[in-house]
């Protein structure tokens, strides 16, 4: 490891237990900085404005009692690829090791307590790729502003720093799980807190920030994923894919699979195309059970996996050992190539789906896949603020699974009509704006959306070996601050209406004006259909709904249903 002496201002190179107590600085580089050669010529170095910072991070290292210091625009020779690799994959351990860290902010001016909290939180070291290491490596890291005027420790500013990073907390703790190695004992590893959360809370965390080359946003994750890796710059944004890849190989945690991005059809990797699409992913976590986890390999052309699965009407869901919240599990949905067998994921729903609490991963018969590790085209993936128009505003995702056979469903019929989508068997609850028009008294009804109730769809389910079971879907919305929140239910027409209604409904007839005012009340009342649904006669199908709705990228609000031939009929 080389340092910098803090008195000399010499380059001192040290290996394994000879490495003495060093600082270290962390900062975001700027035009001048200097390098490696450029520190051999004492003439011209001088007159680079990156040199102002290096020879300030001495003086503070040295007024408190540091003899070494550490600084990476200059310890480093880049011009040898084979020391940048080595000294990136060694990165995160020596700021580990690293007995103080140095967080020079020279974008926030003269420290000033009472009005110090919005520059520091708007910082462009919040920013940065590198910085994120550097923030969650050491035991002790210290703020200074531009002048060098301390502003505080990770300690004290720790809720201003979880505001400005997404980071929760517990994460910024300064107590690593195992004692700190000392430079006598170079061999002993800490492991730092934020090793502990899930793949997808720590992707979360960069996909708040940027760096200069896209390479570098995979590259500067290696310490935080406790992984090594070669560098190869050049390559783009299949830098994320084999950081991904070798995440692959070290760790079972399937939330690496959690993330949100708008598909096209010809993309359809489990693995996600930018670390951006992980914004929305910190609360992803593993499901920690006992049990033997299930390998899954990486080949040339693909992964291979093994995971439970679930039938939607022409498409799947696999269930992923992940929870959101520690409420329930999710899955992510998946097509089948018909010819070659192969899955690959569905453009929609492009985000995780909290599955209802009949979905268990664990026991569950698992089913063995082959999904392409790698997308198509990496340039044509694009961010989901540049997609295509909402397809609804609220509905339902139907899948077939517990207990049951797709095959014991034969057809869907929806009323209104044309709100089912086979491919990708989703439901349109709302919005019900193109179906203001004349019609019977009930579906007048549905298109009315008062206050609290926002639409309704009624489902006509036909049974293979005969049979047809209706099933209307609500939404209704409560206000909660400033906010509408949604609220899905459903209820069997059998729990209300005679066989005659029922079939009479499908015929255009109306209600009579004592079952309209019953289905009003269950359409605007979720506990009332609750109480219909439970005291009325059991119907073809069973039904089982999710905790909590979900939204897509295009900002549909999703809702996953799972129904079942019922057994006892």
């Known amino acids: 490891m080389r340092l910098i002496n803090t008195r000399t201002r010499a380059f001192e190179e040290f290996y394994g237990s000879k490495v003495p107590k060093y600082a270290i600085l962390s900062h975001t580089w700027g035009q001048e900085e200097v390098t490696f050669q450029d520190w051999a010529d004492p003439t011209s170095v001088i007159q680079k404005s990156g040199f102002t910072k290096i020879i300030e991070a001495c003086e503070q290292a040295r007024n408190d009692d540091y003899s070494y210091i550490w600084v990476d625009t200059n310890c480093i020779d880049k011009s040898s690829s084979a020391e940048l690799t080595e000294a990136i994959n060694s990165m995160f351990a020596w700021y580990s090791k690293a007995d103080i860290c140095y967080a020079y902010l020279s974008d926030v001016p003269t420290f000033k307590p009472i009005s110090y909290a919005k520059e520091f939180r708007q910082s462009r070291w919040f920013k940065r790729g590198w910085t994120l290491q550097e923030l969650l490596a050491p035991d002790c890291v210290v703020f200074y502003a531009a002048d060098w005027s301390r502003i ?193 994921r569905a453009s929609y729903p492009d985000v995780p789906i909290p599955l209802t609490p009949s979905m268990v991963y664990h026991g569950s018969r698992l089913t063995d896949m082959f999904i392409p590790a790698r997308h198509a085209d990496l340039e044509s993936t694009r961010p989901p603020w540049l997609t295509s128009q909402a397809q609804c505003r609220a509905g339902a995702l139907l899948s077939f699974g517990h207990n049951s056979d797709r095959s ?16 990708d068997s989703t439901l349109v609850i709302c919005p019900m704006e193109h179906f203001q028009v004349p019609g019977p008294n009930w579906l007048r009804t549905m298109t009315q959306t008062n206050v609290g109730f926002a639409g309704a769809t009624i489902v006509e389910f036909t049974m293979t070996r005969g049979g047809t079971e209706m099933i209307v879907f609500a939404v209704t919305t409560t206000k909660r601050d400033s906010y509408l929140i949604p609220q899905w239910h459903y209820c069997e027409l059998a729990c209300f209406l005679s066989k005659s209604e029922i079939s009479g409904l499908g015929m255009g007839n109306p209600l009579s004006r004592e079952a309209l005012q019953t289905f009003e009340k269950i359409l605007s009342n979720p506990d009332y259909a609750t109480k219909v649904n439970d005291s009325g006669p059991e119907g073809l199908i069973s039904v089982q709904q999710a905790e909590s709705g979900f939204i897509t990228t295009d900002s549909s609000m999703l809702m996953h249903f799972d129904l079942c031939k019922n057994s006892n009929i």
């Open 152 to 344: 505080g420790t990770r300690s004290t500013l720790v809720r201003d720093i979880a505001e400005a990073t997404g980071i929760g907390i517990r994460y910024l703790s300064s107590d690593p799980k195992t004692a700190t190695a000392t430079q006598e004992n170079w061999s002993e590893v800490r492991s730092p807190v934020c090793h502990e959360a899930s793949i997808a809370e720590r992707m979360s965390w960069l996909s708040r920030r940027e760096t200069t080359r896209i390479e570098d946003m995979a590259y500067c994750m290696l310490g935080i994923f406790v992984i090594h890796m070669p560098l190869v710059y050049g390559e783009g944004p299949r830098a994320f894919l084999r950081l991904q890849e070798e995440i692959l190989k070290t760790s079972d945690d399937h939330s690496l699979f959690c993330w949100s991005w708008a598909m096209s059809e010809n993309q359809g990797s489990l693995l996600a195309p930018r670390p951006h699409s992980f914004l929305e992913a910190s609360p992803y976590q593993r499901h920690k059970v006992d049990v033997k986890p299930s390998p899954y390999a990486i080949a040339n052309s693909g992964l291979s996996i093994r995971l439970p699965l679930i039938r939607c009407w022409s498409s799947y869901i696999a269930l992923l050992n992940v929870t959101l919240g520690g409420r329930g599990i999710v899955g992510i949905a998946l097509r089948k190539e018909a010819r070659t067998g192969v899955f690959t």
């Open 408 to 423: 014991e469903f034969s057809k869907i019929q929806t009323f209104p009509s044309i709100r089912f989508s086979q491919d």
